[in-house]
């Protein structure tokens, strides 16, 4: 697919992986839409677009994604400037990560499904009678590693995910007659902003491993490689394929390691506190 000249909404567009993914199709030439709640970074990335190619179009829409109003006036605002849709790229979310006890229960847990979840399921919601209409479309959903394999203090960004992936799997399934694929793309770690969102500092050094690390722009890279070629299920980098398979194969093997490794030594002062450990 040629992405010159293609109508495509980006989410989440103001930083990180939804930044450097609307980037990448500007500078192709697209014609694309940048939704957030930041508007002066969407602004700023608007203006840098129009100076990498001077054929790529931006309409900027401030929404909150967590907002169905937002939602509506932003297809809406779409259909208006461009008069079509052929690209939706759901990447706005967020992680609170802590222990189910710690987390609020309305601003970190209601409040993530509600950006990660029902964001994503509303947007599409609304732009799907249009891609019906068009026979043609692509939706891609921003996943994670965290939708296909849970570890401690993930509980909700997991269940978003999972959620993300049992959606974006049965809407596959479904549209496909009318000429619409879904992708799903699942990074592992992204050094973007979303580490300072998450609201947790680390005791252990259970962390990504450098190597599988990735950028914004790997990731942004992936999501048009998919525009051009659909895939049902990418998970990047490759290597995690593994962890998945682990998880699925070996589940008890995969919950004592990551107990002894994670949970133990990030709790060792509160379960001292309880039980008396030295
Ligand atoms: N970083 C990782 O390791 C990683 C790994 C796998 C998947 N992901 C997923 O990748 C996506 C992008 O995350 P990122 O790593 O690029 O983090 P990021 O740099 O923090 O970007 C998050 C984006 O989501 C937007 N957003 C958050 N809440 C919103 C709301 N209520 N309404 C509208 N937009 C909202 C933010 O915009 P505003 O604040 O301006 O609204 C921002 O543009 C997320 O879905 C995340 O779950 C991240």
């Known amino acids: 697919m040629d992405i010159k000249g293609k109508v495509i909404i980006v989410t989440g567009a103001s930083s990180g992986i939804g930044e ?26 608007a203006q840098e677009i129009a100076a990498l190619n001077t054929s790529a179009e931006t309409l ?11 939602i509506e006036s932003l297809i809406r605002q779409t259909m208006d400037r461009f008069g079509r849709i052929d690209v939706l790229v759901n990447n706005a979310g967020f992680g609170r990560l802590n222990w189910l006890e710690k987390l609020d229960p309305v601003s970190d847990i209601q409040a993530q499904f509600d950006v990660n979840v029902m964001g994503v399921i509303q947007t599409t919601r609304q732009a799907l009678p249009i891609m019906i209409e068009q026979r043609s479309g692509h939706i891609i959903n921003m996943c994670s590693m965290a939708g296909l394999v849970a570890t401690p203090t993930y509980t909700i960004y997991a269940a978003c995910k999972h959620a993300v992936h049992g959606f974006s799997e049965a809407l596959r399934r479904e549209v496909k007659p009318w000429g619409i694929d879904v992708s799903m793309i699942y990074p592992g770690g992204v050094v973007t902003e979303f580490a300072g969102h998450a609201g947790i500092q680390r005791k252990t050094k259970a962390t990504t491993p450098k190597a599988l690390l990735l ?3 790997q990731v942004g890279e992936a999501v048009v490689k998919l525009v051009r070629r659909p895939r ?19 589940n008890r093997l995969v919950d004592r390691t ?21």
């Open 215 to 217: 950028t914004a722009d």
């Open 258 to 278: 990551t107990i002894q490794r994670f949970t133990i030594p990030e709790r060792e002062e509160e379960l001292k506190a309880i039980d008396g450990r030295s």
């Open 232 to 250: 049902p299920m990418w998970i990047i980098p490759w290597a995690w394929t593994f962890t998945v398979w682990m998880n699925r194969n070996l």
């Open 20 to 45: 450097a993914t609307a980037r990448q199709f500007g500078r192709e030439g697209a014609q694309v839409v940048l939704a957030a709640r930041r508007v002066d970074r969407l602004e700023s990335l």
């Open 60 to 70: 900027v829409v401030q929404a909150d994604l967590s907002r169905l109003q937002d």
